[in-house]
């Protein structure tokens, strides 16, 4: 327990009967966090994400289960928890919960392209593709290969102190708008909001479900790239593929 918490001794008894729905509340909190951090690795983001789905979705069932005996609860919580289903946003993760994690399920929605930030947004961006089950820096690698070919027309590698070279990259559903992180940071709250109802019926405090320990969504989008490291990893990145191109001298003419 911590020094500065409010609780009395009923709230902490009351979590304690739902200690394992609170946990797993806390762990979907986790998965967020680890979401952001895997923004731009695209089968770390997948995984991470599989989890928090999991995470999230047992919640009301971990509640469910630990008040079953209270009078009155069952019934009362069903609804609750239809409310929560019958949500739009809700809803369609649910749904895509079971095939939302193989690959390719992310695809139609899912964005990226490289460009030139000033931090405040894109300064330059080309629909230079950036695939969805790709790295944000595997598609950094393919573009200083095709600009070592066709020039660096967005003088991407150029210095200028005032920006640095990006990829910018989205991940959707097809049937919510906004960023997929953002839409699991709702989802989280709206099922602490759930978990809510049953403390206020319980004359317990409540859960604070401000999010603000993460990051703003609209930052994390944008991986950014040192000039002088790319400018390095562009020729490495040559030299391999010229290596690669010529025929092996141990080969028999
Ligand atoms: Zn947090």
Request: aromatic fraction near 10%; include cysteine; charge should be negative.
């Amino acid at each position: 327990m911590r020094d500065d918490c409010e609780c009395t001794n009923s709230d902490h008894a009351f979590y304690a009967r739902i200690d394992a729905a609170l946990d797993r509340h806390q762990e979907a909190h986790w998965w967020i966090h680890k979401l952001d951090e895997h923004y731009h690795q695209a089968d770390l983001f997948r995984w991470h994400l599989n989890a928090f789905l999991k995470a999230i979705k047992e919640v009301p069932l971990l509640v469910a289960g630990a008040l079953q005996n209270e009078r009155g609860f069952s019934a009362w919580f069903r609804d609750v928890r239809a409310e929560l289903q019958d949500d739009p946003l809700m809803s369609a993760l649910s749904k895509k919960r079971d095939f939302i994690v193989h690959r390719g399920m992310l695809v139609p929605n899912s964005s990226g392209f490289v460009g030139i930030t000033e931090l405040r947004g894109m300064k330059f961006g080309m629909r230079f593709p950036v695939y969805p089950l790709e790295d944000s820096a595997d598609a950094m690698d393919r573009y200083l290969l095709a600009i070592a070919e066709a020039g660096d027309f967005l003088g991407i590698l150029q210095d200028d102190e005032d920006s640095l070279p990006c990829v910018e990259r989205t991940w959707q559903l097809e049937e919510i708008d906004g960023d997929l992180v953002d839409i699991c940071a709702r989802a989280w709250q709206r099922t602490g909001e759930a978990i809510n109802l049953v403390s206020q019926r319980f004359d317990a405090r409540e859960l604070p479900l401000g999010l603000e320990c993460r990051h703003a969504s609209d930052k994390m989008r944008f991986k950014l790239f040192d000039r002088a490291n790319l400018r390095l990893r562009q020729s490495d990145l040559v030299a391999r593929k010229l290596h690669r191109a010529r025929p092996s001298e141990a080969a028999p003419p």
